[in-house]
RNA sequence: GCCCGAGUGGUCCAUUGGUAGGAUGUUGCAUUUUCAAUGCAAUGGAGCGGGUUCGAUUCCCGCCUCGGGUACCA
């Protein structure tokens, strides 16, 4: 069997395994959209330790079924900060498998052919529905406050041959499953007991999209399955989608896995957690210096519990006490000072052989002390100017409180600057030339921002080189930009528009 | 709106049918030239209303609050 040919998969022993027997098999699927996220971290642990505990596989999967927002640039930055965490995996894109391809988009044939296999059974249908017709039936149904929303199954009922004929002609589809109209499905979950759904709760699900692509809930169907998954750990917010996932088990004549839905880290004030109010990339803990085993031990804290009096646990404690009695289902709040409080420890803890060796690894690693002197060297005049000067590239927080005045723009209010500076952080999120964080893209991004939002390019560069060194005076901006780090940037330009809408005067 | 989930100090977690314990946070004291660290102490809690019970935070019901879902995103 070649390691990475989608070619038949379903043959594969561990496919046909049945998850009653012999050691688990769980996985995460992070989706490759984005900065490395907290959450997948966190569901990631616990996986990873339940298959521990039991000798089994843990497996990484990328679900880059959205052509749109997937890049190479993100599964990359995934797989890097989860090494970088220590949870490895036993298969996956970078190290093989019996399984593979462990990349959603290299599995298009399989997904194609079990979508066949629905349609043959008559448990999915191809729906020629328009965007337009779909956008108008949600409008309708929100109008008519009926507490029903979802597909009206429109194409249900049309005549399959008609239907596959219409489709060979070229006629742009999706395919929809047939989801049951009575009874009720039950997900057995690990953690939460039996959650009941009404079928009718439901509505035809697409699950091959026109560009060919599978939807996720089908991939994750088909390749749980195929790669022979026994257990799902994954979040919460996926509990009202699984009625449809066993219900494709089902229809396909598979057994489903076991199911556990851990609750969703939250901000301080109990919304999901998310960036607007968090760091959450772990690229930003990676940067900052937090160490990965506490970062690890904080998260399994988040949840899990050993015994009533320690929750300083390392991942093989974790592992050796690892029960689901012992997991809690309730969305922990993701709490940075208790975090910080356990990284001081972990910190402390360590003799200066170690902690020197973290530091010139994490800290000052030659790469980023070569880029650093670069910039430097023509500024400076005595070698030991160096650390002096390039000490705003370090820590989080700089003191913005000498320059305050500095940010007083003439003829710009404080609303218009604390304005344009939440508009920037919030472009570079979603800007493809600045979401890599090069001082080539973040300039060319810059440039164009000022224009558009008719801002003379000198207003904004100052405002961004006070928020981001607390310095009036700086190596070139983008190169500074660049070389603090997209997290660290994104951190002081977030705490700068704080610091001046709390401001007293201007 | 409808469906689903969760509710123990501010936050994370433990515990129990007999009024709750640790961590973190906050405050104070000691020590330190100062700060940090350290030690000691204090602060602070079962969402609300019914029911069962001698007794409920724990079991049951209703409500409330928060969260998730309701996509050709995952």
Same mark, same amino acid.
């Given at each position: 069997?070649?390691?990475?040919?989608?070619?038949?998969?379903?043959?594969?022993?561990?496919?046909?395994?049945?998850?009653?027997?012999?050691?688990?098999?769980?996985?995460?699927?992070? &989706?490759?959209?984005?900065?490395?996220?907290?959450?997948?971290?966190?569901?990631?642990?616990?996986?990873?330790?339940?298959?521990?505990?039991?000798?089994?596989?843990?497996?990484?999967?990328?679900?880059?079924?959205?052509?749109?927002?997937?890049?190479?640039?993100?599964?990359?930055?995934?797989? &890097?900060?989860?090494?970088?965490?220590?949870?490895?995996?036993?298969?996956?894109?970078?190290?093989?498998?019996?399984?593979?391809?462990?990349?959603?988009?290299?599995?298009?044939?399989?997904?194609?052919?079990?979508?066949?296999?629905?349609?043959?059974?008559?448990?999915?249908?191809?729906?020629?529905?328009?965007?337009?017709?779909?956008?108008?039936?949600? @409008?309708?149904?929100?109008?008519?406050?009926?507490?029903?929303?979802?597909?009206?199954?429109?194409?249900?009922?049309?005549?399959?041959?008609?239907?596959?004929?219409?489709?060979?002609?070229?006629?742009?589809?999706?395919?929809?499953?047939?989801?049951?109209?009575?009874?009720?499905?039950?997900?057995?979950?690990?953690?939460?007991?039996?959650?009941?759904?009404?079928?009718?709760?439901?509505?035809?699900?697409?699950?091959?999209?026109?560009?060919?692509?599978?939807?996720?809930?089908?991939?994750?169907?088909?390749?749980?399955?195929?790669?022979?998954?026994?257990?799902?750990?994954?979040?919460?917010?996926?509990?009202?989608?699984?009625?449809?996932?066993?219900?494709?088990? +089902?229809?396909?004549?598979?057994?489903?896995?076991?199911?556990?839905?851990?609750?969703?880290?939250?901000? $301080?004030?109990?919304?999901?957690?998310?960036?607007?109010?968090?760091?959450?990339?772990? +690229?930003?803990?990676? +940067?900052?210096?937090?160490?990965?085993?506490?970062?690890?031990?904080?998260?399994?804290?988040?949840?899990?519990?050993?015994?009533?009096?320690?929750?300083?646990?390392?991942?093989?404690?974790?592992?050796?006490?690892?029960?689901?009695?012992?997991?809690?289902?309730?969305?922990?709040?993701?709490? $940075?000072?208790?975090?910080?409080?356990? =990284?001081?420890?972990?910190?402390?803890?360590?003799?200066?052989?170690?902690?020197?060796?973290?530091?010139?690894?994490?800290?000052?690693?030659?790469?980023?002390?070569?880029?650093?002197?670069?910039?430097?060297?023509?500024?400076? =005049?005595?070698?030991?100017?160096?650390?002096?000067?390039?000490?705003?590239?370090?820590?989080?927080?700089?003191?913005?409180?000498?320059?305050?005045?500095?940010?007083?723009?003439?003829?710009?209010?404080?609303?218009?600057?604390?304005?344009?500076?939440?508009?920037?952080?919030?472009?570079?999120?979603?800007?493809?030339?600045?979401?890599?964080?090069?001082? @080539?893209?973040?300039?060319?991004? &810059?440039? @164009?921002?000022?224009?558009?939002?008719?801002?003379?390019?000198?207003?904004?560069?100052?405002?961004?080189?006070?928020?981001?060194?607390?310095?009036?005076?700086?190596?070139?901006?983008?190169?500074?930009?660049?070389?603090?780090?997209?997290?660290?940037?994104?951190?002081?330009?977030?705490?700068?528009?704080?610091?001046?809408?709390?401001?007293?005067?201007?």
């Amino acid at each position: 069997m070649t390691v990475d040919g989608p070619q038949s998969p379903e043959q594969s022993s561990v496919g046909a395994k049945s998850k009653g027997s012999g050691p688990p098999r769980v996985r995460i699927a992070p &989706s490759p959209t984005g900065d490395p996220h907290v959450g997948t971290a966190y569901i990631g642990l616990f996986n990873y330790v339940f298959a521990r505990k039991h000798g089994g596989q843990f497996i990484l999967r990328i679900e880059d079924t959205d052509q749109v927002r997937s890049s190479a640039s993100s599964e990359q930055a995934i797989l &890097s900060a989860l090494r970088w965490l220590g949870l490895d995996w036993d298969e996956g894109p970078d190290v093989g498998g019996p399984c593979g391809p462990y990349r959603q988009s290299e599995r298009l044939e399989l997904y194609k052919r079990e979508v066949e296999v629905l349609i043959d059974k008559g448990a999915a249908y191809r729906c020629f529905c328009t965007k337009e017709r779909l956008d108008a039936l949600r @409008e309708q149904q929100r109008a008519a406050k009926t507490g029903r929303f979802g597909y009206d199954r429109h194409c249900r009922e049309l005549d399959p041959a008609e239907a596959r004929a219409r489709a060979e002609a070229g006629e742009p589809h999706v395919v929809r499953m047939k989801m049951p109209t009575t009874g009720e499905t039950i997900v057995p979950d690990g953690l939460r007991g039996n959650i009941h759904r009404d079928n009718a709760e439901s509505d035809d699900q697409v699950i091959l999209k026109s560009d060919g692509f599978p939807t996720y809930h089908l991939a994750n169907v088909v390749d749980d399955h195929h790669m022979g998954i026994t257990h799902v750990i994954r979040g919460e917010e996926w509990i009202s989608s699984t009625p449809k996932h066993i219900v494709l088990y +089902d229809m396909f004549g598979w057994e489903a896995p076991q199911f556990y839905h851990l609750g969703l880290l939250r901000n $301080q004030d109990k919304s999901k957690l998310s960036k607007r109010k968090n760091p959450v990339s772990l +690229d930003y803990y990676r +940067d900052l210096g937090y160490l990965p085993e506490t970062l690890l031990n904080f998260l399994g804290t988040l949840g899990f519990s050993i015994a009533s009096d320690q929750e300083r646990f390392g991942l093989d404690e974790m592992i050796e006490h690892f029960d689901w009695s012992r997991v809690s289902a309730g969305g922990p709040v993701f709490d $940075q000072q208790k975090l910080e409080a356990f =990284n001081a420890d972990d910190i402390r803890a360590l003799s200066i052989d170690e902690l020197y060796a973290r530091v010139k690894d994490r800290v000052l690693d030659e790469a980023r002390v070569k880029a650093l002197l670069a910039q430097a060297q023509p500024r400076i =005049n005595l070698l030991d100017e160096f650390i002096p000067y390039v000490s705003f590239f370090f820590g989080g927080s700089v003191d913005y409180t000498p320059v305050l005045a500095k940010f007083r723009i003439k003829k710009r209010t404080r609303a218009e600057v604390t304005g344009i500076l939440k508009v920037y952080l919030d472009e570079i999120e979603r800007d493809e030339r600045a979401r890599a964080f090069t001082a @080539e893209g973040l300039e060319a991004f &810059s440039r @164009e921002f000022c224009q558009r939002h008719e801002w003379k390019a000198r207003e904004v560069f100052a405002l961004l080189r006070l928020a981001t060194t607390g310095r009036t005076a700086a190596p070139s901006l983008f190169d500074t930009m660049a070389l603090c780090g997209k997290d660290r940037t994104r951190r002081r330009i977030r705490e700068a528009i704080v610091t001046l809408d709390r401001g007293e005067s201007w």
